[in-house]
């Protein structure tokens, strides 16, 4: 795995969820999942999984007659990438904003509540 996170484009990151949900897959099995929720290509996923593979997002098995792709990076990684890029261009750095609105935009179930219950009460005890 990279050191550093690579962000993924929109259409990456579609390909990426199929890759976290099923694991390695070939491009058919990749477009077929894909063209399930969206009008794209045999040729748009093959063309972004081989640009994906340059860029150090998936690697590629060539051991069988149908190549499988699998991602480099896990989809925490992923999110926290994404994640720290919207802090800093939305929130200007500001994780009490980013919750804030987080929370304003959808609302959360009781059981999500008590899970970011839990995250604060074990971020307390890490910085007292």
């Not at 593979?53 to 499988?68: I, M, N, P, Q």
């Amino acid at each position: 795995m990279s050191t550093t996170p690579i962000r993924p484009s929109d259409g990456e990151l579609a390909i990426l969820r199929v890759l976290w949900v099923r694991g390695p897959a070939t491009v058919r099995d990749v477009h077929t999942e894909l063209s399930k929720d969206r009008d794209m290509g045999y040729t748009t996923v093959l063309k972004l999984m081989q640009i994906m593979v340059e860029k150090g997002l998936l690697a590629r098995d060539e051991r069988a007659r149908s190549h499988t792709y699998g991602p480099l990076q896990s989809e925490a990684e992923t999110q926290r990438c994404l994640l720290k890029e919207l802090l800093h261009k939305a929130f200007s750095g500001s994780r009490r904003e980013l919750v804030l609105q987080a929370l304003e935009a959808e609302p959360a179930s009781a059981e999500e509540l008590e899970d970011i219950r839990r995250m604060l009460k074990a971020a307390k005890g890490r910085v007292s």
